[in-house]
Structure formats: C-alpha cells, structure tokens
C-alpha cells in the first residue's frame, strides 16, 4: 500500500469526537437492554464483540505494507494524539487491574507504582525522548547500534528489547485471558485464545500505523470505563461528583473500621484458627512422609462415609477431588504444606495481614517508639518502598515499546511535547487509582464483611469459578458469618469486581471489563510490535540480510507477530498470578539492560560500543543474579537452599533487582571506554546530530553494514 498523507488534526479531533459520543450511546443503548432482561452473558459477549470489531475496523482502514508506515506510523502522528496512545501503551493490565489492588492490599506501600511509573516519564521528557527522534530510527536496538557503531550494541540490545517485551507481553495475554473469561463465561485457557484474536487484529495488518490509531480509541474506552465507577461510587458514599476533593471521607472510614475490626471478637476466633492452621502445616513439614499418608487415609475415609451416609452430591465430589488432587511426591506434598503455613498465617494476623491503610510502611505508631525489631522492619520497609520506585522510574526511562513511540512524531519539538500529553492522560488515571482502593476496602469493610455466608453476593461464586486464587471464602470459626480474616480478595480482582461489589448496575461491571480490555489489547499490541520489528529490522535486516527489499522485511515482522503472538499465548495459559510482581520484574531487567547505555551514550561523548556491551551484559547478569537468588519460585527451580535473608543486599526485594543493576552497568560501561580506543567519527557524528538543536539538520544514516 502506498503511503498516505497524514491527517489533519481538525479531522481527527472530529473523528474521535463522534467515537466518544458513540461509546456513551452504546453504553446507555446496553442499559436499556439490561432493564429489559437481557442475560450478563449476552452484555458481556456483546461488550466485547463491539469493542473488537471498531479495533478491527480501525485495523483493517490503517493496514499497510509501506516500511516507514508500518514501523513508526510514517513519522506523522500529532502530539496530542500521540501523548493519548502513548497513555494507552502504558496503561497495561498491571496499570488499569493491578495498581488499584496493590493499594488496596499493601496501603501506602502501594503508591511506589504510581510514584515510579508518574517519575519515569519525568525522566523520558529530560534525557531521552528528543534525542531518540533526532535519528531516523526504527527501533531502540536500532539507535544503539547508530550511537555505538558496530553489531555488538545492537545484538545485545535486541536480545533485551526481545526479553524484556516478551515478559510484559505474557503478563498482558494473561490479563486478556482473565478479562474475556470474565466476559464471555468461557474458561480461562480458552478466554486466552479467544482475546489472542484481538491482540493480533492490529499489529498484524497495519504494524505502528494501525496501532497508533486503535490506542488512541482504546484510551477514550479505557479512561471512561476507569473513572465511571470512581465517579458512581463517590457519589455513593460521599454526594460528590469530584472524588479527588472527597477522598478525605472514605479514607477515614476505612480507618475506622480498621480499628473495629481488629478488636472484634469474631474476627479474633477466626485468627485463632488460622493460626492452629498454621501451627498444624508446620508440624507437617517436620515429617513430609508421614503427613502424606494421614492425610491420603483422612481424604478417602471422609469421602466414604459422605458416600455411605448419601450425602448431597457436591459434598462427595469435593471429598474426592481432595484424594484425587493429592500430592503424589515428598516435594509437591512440602510445596503444598508450606504454602497452607504462609496462607494461614497471613490471616491469622490482623486484617487478614493488611497493613492499615494510612500508615506509612506498614508499621503502627511512631518509629521512632518501636523495639529494635519493629525499627529495623520499617527501616527494611522504607528502603524497599524507595528502591522500588527508583526501579520503575529507570524501567520506564528504559522500557522499548514506550520509546520506540516517540519516533512516530514529525518533530523533535513535537516529540517533548507529546511526553506532556501522555503525563496529562496518565494522571487522569493515576490520581484516582488510590480513591477506588479506598471506596472499595469501604465497601468491603462496611457491607461485606459481617455477611451471612448463605446471603454472600454471586460474584465471589463466579470469580472463585474462574480463578480460585482471586476470591475465596472459609467459614473457619463456624459462626455464619463471613469475618474479614475469612475472605480472600486478590489485587488482580479489585477494579474488575469494584462495580459489583459497590451494587452498581450489570453495565458498569462490563464497561470497566471492556476497558481493563482496552488497557491489556492495548499494550500487547505493542509489545508484540517491538518484538517483531527488533527481529525483523535489526535481527535480519541489519545483520543477516542487509539488501532485503522494505516489503520481505515488513512481511517478515507480521509473520514474527503471528507466532510470538501464539508462543506467549501458550505460556500465559499456564495461569501464574500477582500481575505487578512480573511487571516490576519486567522493569527492572529493562532498566539493568538499557539505561546506562541510552542515557551515557547521549550526554558522554567518551562511551564507546565495547563500554555499552559490556554495560548492558553486567547490567542483565548483575540482575538475573539478584532475582534467581532472592526469588522463592527461582530459588525453588535453580536449588538453591542458602536461606533468603543471607543472599538479599540490604534487604531489597528481588523485583527492585535493577537498584544494582543500574549502578553496576553504568560503572562497567565508564571504566571500559576508559579502557577502550576513543569512538571514532561516524559515532562522533551521531552524538552531534543528537546534540543538535536545529530540527532542520538530517542525518545520513550509516550502510546496514557499517561497523
């Protein structure tokens, strides 16, 4: 397809303009039918099939076989409306799902995301965005192997491009899996599958170009989904329209319950039988075999007597499944103890082992009254909130499919200012994230909890149904009663259950459903993107076949989204959980891998392409050691059995892994070009043309085979 002129902004305003109004009268057209009786199962496939036949729409009108089109939209994308679909690239499951749940679980601990993620576009604005643009560049790998000169550059930083989208892209398709369970009834490993459809639409017919313009209808989807329930339930609890100025209300509510809840006797009988639960799965693991084999005899004696005894069919097939799922090794049957051990004794402490909600790093009182045990806690506490949120920042500064965004403006000029845009529409987001975690904990707090079980709502059924490891409830204490320390909500259920657990209508339940789809879709897209051009351009184009024509190049990367698209897939339906522990990870591997080399290489002219190689390998090798060695699950499969405390640094989390990483490659990179021959001219002459301010001045690109 032959390239076309790029829009008018009027044009566009227009175009998105009538989109909103659409998206409002939908919504008020499916209330109408939801009045009239229609089925959740017929609002939610209806929800999702309207909301992926406009991407395909979108999709198949920008679709596009033209090099500059398909890789970076054919440089003409206004900054408005790239600070938008900027917004929609960011605002991923772990953004729209995620964010909400850690405040909600963690309290003020949770806001380090927000913190970091806001702070890291700070840092894009600052250090890179402009000069990235100054190059006509189709790829990050591509810009280091301008800068550096030579293959090594470039090889290393697409392998990281490749690792690190790879990762976030499986936290996004499971997310898409999760979110389509949710709205067609169907289960999760065939929800997968089903939303991998959506994913490929875009990226797949019109690369960057499609892309661009089906983010831009995504944010507006994903914006209104978000902040509709934000708005509904702050008129419900506090009569006012402006969360933000109300938020005062809910909080101190919360606050409230807390303390009621943590002197209540019910709830206090109920963490007392977690803890005999917990005491009793650590006498366990003192003797693996033996407690295999009780418990073997206890699950078939029990479902024999309820066979016997004729009792209800559901009871008997539960006590069954219980012998049938059995650990059938000492290791499985340890996993499984261990994990019952930190499960109780997570609800054995107050508020089901939520810190309170205001207080900062999960301590009580003032610090400094704490013993030395509570002082070192919170000083462990802070230290990790810090190093976390440096993480993200560095990540954010670091992470491809973000900067590879900033190359489809016509200008440097454009380019800084689409940065601003895209901290405008964050915020929007971000601003209300810590409101809905609060109204929902006051919901929850004040209306859930005390509920007679026979009486609970038909959500926490059907979410048990689709992923147990979301929602499930225990009647511990035998009192009827659901008590806090009996309810488990995980963070991953927080936004797309808010509006049915503050009572809003069917609609609004799958309006915020379409939107966290927009928000996966969205940065799947991407991803899947930057992966296939990285392999596509700077794999075999830059160093396997550098006279390949444009269009074999461009065909090749649809196909590379085809089959990363379909291997992801496969990976996301083993159904891990915790969105926001592989995103942080995700992060911290991009941040270890590309900062030092991105931002040294624009503002010291003395880096040279041995210094960021080695850089970006120390930088990942530095990382991939702190994870594999402080993770449980990695300890777990590489065998370590030194304990954890003796192999974290200062007590940081393995996810913060890139606050070594970062300083670790940046030393490596200076005292290798210190080591190393000046670069020579053609790098010289990159690091001017970055330096340059005048938009005017081009630049020559180098052979595909310069070195």
Request: glycine fraction near 6%; aromatic fraction near 10%.
């Amino acid at each position: 397809m032959r390239n076309q002129p790029p829009l008018r902004v009027g044009v566009l305003h227009w175009r998105y303009a009538l989109f909103t109004l659409g998206v409002g009268f939908f919504v008020v057209a499916l209330t109408a039918l939801e009045e009239m009786g229609w089925s959740r199962n017929s609002i939610g496939g209806l929800f999702m099939t309207a909301t992926v036949v406009v991407y395909a729409a979108i999709g198949l009108a920008c679709r596009t076989t033209d090099e500059a089109e398909y890789y970076v939209a054919g440089r003409s994308v206004p900054a408005f409306y790239n600070g938008m679909a900027i917004a929609a690239d960011w605002m991923s499951a772990a953004s729209f799902i995620g964010t909400a749940g850690v405040i909600y679980l963690q309290g003020f601990d949770g806001l380090a995301y927000i913190l970091g993620w806001t702070g890291g576009f700070c840092m894009v604005a600052m250090l890179l965005a402009p000069y990235l643009r100054r190059l006509r560049i189709y790829t990050i790998p591509d810009f280091l192997g301008h800068r550096y000169g030579g293959q090594g550059p470039r090889l290393m930083g697409a392998a990281a491009a490749v690792l690190v989208s790879f990762v976030y892209l499986v936290v996004q398709i499971y997310s898409v899996g999760l979110i389509t369970s949710h709205l067609t009834g169907f289960n999760f490993e065939m929800g997968v599958f089903v939303g991998l459809g959506g994913v490929l639409i875009c990226s797949f017919l019109g690369g960057m170009r499609a892309v661009t313009w089906t983010q831009v209808a995504q944010y507006i989807i994903l914006i209104i989904a978000y902040l509709t329930p934000v708005v509904w339930l702050s008129i419900q609890q506090t009569d006012s329209i402006l969360p933000l100025l109300s938020y005062s209300q809910p909080l101190q509510n919360v606050t409230a319950r807390e303390k009621v809840l943590r002197d209540d006797p019910a709830e206090r009988s109920a963490r007392q039988h977690y803890q005999q639960r917990a005491e009793q799965a650590e006498r366990k693991l003192q003797n693996v075999p033996l407690a295999m084999q009780e418990d073997a005899l206890r699950w078939a004696e029990q479902a024999n007597v309820l066979r016997e005894q004729d009792a209800p069919q559901v009871q008997v097939q539960h006590a069954e499944r219980l012998y049938a799922n059995r650990p059938r090794t000492e290791a499985e049957a340890r996993a499984r103890y261990e994990r019952e051990r930190d499960s109780a004794r997570t609800h054995a402490q107050p508020l089901a082992g939520m810190p309170p909600q205001a207080q900062p790093y999960a301590v009580s009182g003032d610090p400094a009254s704490q013993t030395d045990v509570d002082q070192h806690a919170y000083e462990v506490k802070r230290r990790n909130f810090v190093a976390l949120m440096l993480c993200l920042m560095l990540g954010t500064a670091a992470m491809p499919h973000v900067l590879t965004r900033f190359l489809t403006t016509p200008t440097v000029s454009e380019a800084r200012r689409s940065v601003a845009w895209s901290l405008f529409f964050i915020a929007l987001l971000y601003l209300a994230t810590p409101v809905l975690a609060v109204m929902i904990k006051a919901e929850v707090f004040t209306h859930l909890v005390g509920t007679p079980f026979e009486d609970l709502p038909s959500w926490i059924r059907r979410w048990a149904r689709i992923d147990p490891s979301l929602v499930s409830v225990e009647d511990i204490n035998g009192d009827g009663l659901l008590q806090l320390a009996e309810l488990h909500l995980g963070g991953d259920l927080i936004v797309l259950a808010a509006p049915e657990i503050g009572g809003l209508p069917l609609v609004v339940t799958y309006l915020v459903a379409a939107g966290a789809l927009a928000a996966a879709l969205s940065t799947a897209d991407g991803l899947l993107l930057s992966i296939s051009n990285v392999l596509s351009h700077d794999i075999y184009h830059r160093l396997i076949h550098p006279h390949a024509p444009p269009l074999r190049r461009v065909m090749l990367s649809k196909f590379l989204v085809l089959v990363v698209a379909l291997f992801a897939a496969f990976i996301a339906s083993l159904h891990f959980a915790d969105i926001l522990q592989f995103v942080a990870a995700a992060f911290s591997i991009a941040a270890s891998a590309f900062f030092p080399a991105l931002v040294v290489g624009i503002f010291w002219a003395r880096a040279t392409r041995r210094g960021a190689s080695a850089a970006m390998a120390a930088g990942l090798v530095t990382c991939f050691y702190y994870m594999a060695t402080t993770h449980e699950a990695l300890r777990t499969l590489l065998g370590i059995t030194r304990p954890v405390a003796d192999c974290r640094w200062w007590d940081v989390e393995p996810m913060a892994a890139a606050i070594f990483g970062v300083p670790v490659g940046c030393l490596v990179l200076v005292l290798v070009s210190w080591w190393d021959h000046p670069p020579g001219r053609h790098e010289l002459a990159v690091l001017a043309r970055l330096r340059q301010p005048s938009e005017g001045l081009r630049y020559q690109e180098p052979p595909a085979d310069a070195s």
